[in-house]
């Protein structure tokens, strides 16, 4: 079993900047490759970004390309998601998953957190 804690949501203006942390424990943290998710009001969940279990690759939704960045620290079980020129549109809740197939790119992953908000207003 591996456990996902997000944190760092928020209300940010729009144009503003959040950085999201997910802390995994359980088993190894380097077995897999995570992913950022979000899910608004209404609508399904869909893929945010994603990075190797190295951190040496890294995958990003058309809509976030330029202004998010995925990282992950293996020393601390730790990977985060700084967001930079927040828009409403990427108003919801952001979860964090952990996945040793699909390289955390789809939303079949073996692992979820339980979300944090993120609330952009105009």
């Known amino acids: 079993q591996v456990q996902l804690v997000e944190s760092g949501g928020g209300l940010v203006q729009a144009g503003g900047s959040l950085r999201l942390s997910c802390v995994a424990s359980?088993?190894?943290?380097?077995?897999?490759?995570m992913g950022w998710f979000r899910q608004a009001p209404g609508k399904e969940r869909e893929f945010v970004a994603a990075i190797s279990w190295s951190g040496g690759t890294t995958y990003y939704a058309d809509s976030v390309k330029g202004r998010f960045t995925i990282s992950r620290d293996n020393a601390k079980n730790t990977v985060y998601l700084q967001m930079n020129s927040l828009q409403p549109e990427d108003t919801a809740v952001y979860y964090c998953a952990a996945d040793s197939l699909f390289g955390a790119t789809t939303l079949r992953n073996d692992y979820w957190g339980q979300g944090t908000q993120v609330t952009v207003s105009s």
């Open positions: 359980g088993r190894t943290f380097n077995n897999y490759a």
